[in-house]
């Protein structure tokens, strides 16, 4: 069959009544998740990640990459109009997008901003269409050593886009892959960490490391800090660009797109990169260089085509090799094999309606976007207006109920809050998130790649060498860490701040890696020649533990800096709010059972929304009152999760 009868099925299977509304529903939470700040697309997808379950693989993944690309189109409203990116994605769009909505040129920058999306959309799916389905007959001749060396490159590359230390990326690396190795070894079917724990038998879930590692770090961090919103007052009017406007807008859209798509399908590049790469360009080729950042219509074109057409490059590995190359499509990765399906180059003929939905889904979700974003801009202003403290309480419930209701284990609440206070002191001490949830969701495939690699070789590590496309991949990850090296003393001394915190954080790992490493050693090790199922979970505690070492050496060689308390981690963080939200957190999870969802429900709204906002505690009452009843509907009534009945549900006898 040709490309385009694959996409004509791709479009019978969008177009099924079920599946068109999920699009829908995604593209539209997924703007309202980009115009909100504070949110992220990434903790908006783990949460209703939860919602999947009783859906199809192909349903669940239209509706989760309509909220990713989504939330790309609704970060540039809030950029524009507010000065505040509602993305990252969209930081760089609101030096000229606020800018001409302050000269009253917000209408022609938001629509500009909305066509450019379209056109780079719909451009990347096409390359997309044609560039994955080769790719993936190429990679279907992939061996273990080159699905080890690829993954051990993707690693790398994510780990050297990090903000801060690679150094630092590594250790998350190494410990996500520790987590990733709970449960059945993929091998020998022997039981490892679990500890006689039945919940730990089939390992640590997806979904509550998800929630945890991105929903419950961003609502701390949003709670500490106060969000200043000064919306653009007036009317927005003129959202149709002119031909003028075309005029200049036309060229930076159709590079903005070629060069998101193609960035994008580069490990740990995401949205962002490409977003700035395309600004520094059009600004480089403008006659009028210095008007940038005050209002110049390309500033907004080129990097709000580039982030958009970015999302369809990052399916591009995701897809075709089983890659994730960000940490939102490790989510879109993690979704797949919660329903079964093994992202990759067996994808395609496997798997077809999974595949060419998706591309066709993101057809018609472009299509939804144009047409909402516009005639919506007004409902988007008005929810601006919608204080943090307000969404935060609600956030936090979705994470925690959402992650109960996988399998109807507490457990898996308590993993939300236990690595959510994890991934708070992550993003603290600068350790890059995204490594660590890559490498937990690519763990398994790694160690059985790699154990089976030594197997076949008779332990010979130089096999990766010895196969020219294992070889090249290999090749490159070192290339990538040597160019770290000979740039880390000139970001050591630009990024002096990342002293502090550091031998406790290094510390800390030491010990963690030295436990880990002894716990290992109660299963077999074996040898090179045949790794039993000790050997890996060994070599990554001893990976841990000889990062951490370099690390508290590197500590204590570099001088302290003069600087004051306010750059410290330690004294820089809330510890007061933060410590009381983890608290009640923690309460609700224990007397879930016991007080029901309703009572329990109610009294966590109830502190959380008063916390947020002392003064309004008749509204804060009022808010939990309807956040329970609303949210007890949601999940028992519209999605049947079985829920705790508890005290006041058993007196009532309500099921």
């Given at each position: ?268 590049i995401g949205a962002l990169i490409p ?37 369809a490059g990052a399916m591009v590995p ?26 990759g180059p067996f994808l395609i003929k ?306």
């Amino acid at each position: 069959m040709s490309a385009l009868d694959q996409l004509l099925y791709g479009f019978s299977i969008i177009f099924i009544p079920s599946n068109l509304l999920l699009c829908f529903l995604g593209v539209l939470f997924g703007t309202l998740v980009g115009v909100l700040p504070g949110f992220g697309a990434g903790a908006a997808m783990a949460i209703l990640m939860a919602t999947t379950f009783k859906m199809s693989a192909v349903s669940s993944v239209i509706m989760l990459a309509g909220i990713f690309y989504g939330a790309m189109y609704g970060g540039s409203t809030t950029s524009i109009l507010v000065n505040i990116p509602g993305e990252a994605a969209s930081a760089i769009t609101c030096l000229d997008g606020y800018q001409m909505a302050k000269q009253g040129r917000a209408g022609p920058a938001l629509g500009i901003a909305a066509f450019g999306s379209f056109i780079a959309g719909t451009f990347s799916i096409i390359v997309l269409m044609f560039l994955a389905p080769p790719l993936a007959e190429i990679a279907l001749k992939f061996g273990y050593p080159e699905i080890f060396s690829l993954i051990l490159l993707g690693l790398v590359m994510v780990s050297y886009m990090a903000r801060g230390s690679m150094l630092k990326a590594f250790m998350m690396a190494a410990l996500g892959m520790m987590i990733g190795t709970i449960g059945v070894d993929p091998m020998r079917g022997t039981e490892r960490f679990s500890y006689g724990m039945v919940t730990l038998m089939g390992g640590v879930g997806i979904v509550p490391v998800i929630m945890g590692i991105f929903g419950v770090p961003e609502v701390f961090e949003n709670m500490e800090r106060a969000i200043q919103r000064e919306l653009v007052t007036g009317e927005i009017k003129g959202l149709l660009p002119t031909r003028k406007d075309w005029k200049e807008s036309l060229g930076p859209i159709s590079r903005g797109s070629v060069l998101g798509f193609f960035l994008g399908i580069l490990p740990g590049i995401g949205a962002l990169i490409p977003t700035f790469i395309s600004y520094a360009v059009e600004k480089k080729l403008s006659k009028h260089p210095e008007k940038f950042g005050t209002g110049m219509i390309a500033g907004v074109a080129g990097p709000e085509a580039a982030n958009n057409a970015g999302v369809a490059g990052a399916m591009v590995p995701l897809l075709a090799l089983g890659i994730p190359p960000t940490a939102i499509m490790a989510l879109l990765m993690g979704a797949l094999m919660i329903h079964g399906v093994q992202v990759g180059p067996f994808l395609i003929k496997e798997h077809p309606d999974v595949f060419w939905g998706v591309i066709a889904s993101m057809y018609v979700g472009n299509v939804m976007l144009l047409i909402l974003n516009l005639p919506l801009i007004g409902m988007w202003v008005k929810l601006l207006r919608v204080p943090y403290w307000v969404l935060a309480p609600l956030i936090l419930l979705f994470c925690l109920v959402g992650a109960y209701s996988i399998d109807g284990y507490i457990y898996d609440a308590y993993i939300v809050v236990l690595i959510g206070i994890v991934g708070y002191l992550m993003r603290k001490f600068d350790f890059e998130p995204a490594p660590f949830i890559l490498a937990f969701i690519l763990g398994p495939i790694f160690e059985m790649s790699f154990r089976q690699s030594l197997i076949y070789s008779y332990g010979d590590l130089l096999l990766f060498f010895k196969r020219p496309i294992s070889a090249a991949f290999m090749v490159l990850a070192l290339l990538v860490i040597a160019s770290n090296l000979i740039g880390i003393k000139k970001r050591l001394e630009r990024a002096e701040v990342l002293l502090f915190g550091q031998r406790s954080s290094a510390l800390v790992l030491l010990v963690i890696a030295i436990l880990f490493l002894l716990q290992a050693t109660r299963y077999r090790i074996g040898s090179l020649m045949n790794p039993e199922p000790g050997f890996f979970p060994a070599v990554l505690g001893g990976i841990l533990g000889l990062l951490a070492v370099v690390l508290l050496i590197r500590r204590m060689m570099k001088k302290e800096p003069e600087r004051g308390r306010a750059n410290n981690p330690w004294t820089d963080m809330k510890w007061q709010k933060t410590v009381f939200v983890s608290i009640s957190l923690f309460l609700y999870v224990v007397f879930f059972d016991g007080l029901g969802f309703l009572l329990s429900t109610f009294l966590l709204m109830e502190f959380l929304f008063i916390l947020g906002n002392p003064k309004q505690w008749l509204l804060a009452t009022l808010g939990a009152f309807l956040s329970s009843g609303f949210s007890y509907l949601i999940f028992k009534a519209l999605l049947n999760i079985p829920l705790p009945s508890g005290i006041l549900e058993g007196i009532l006898n309500i099921a």
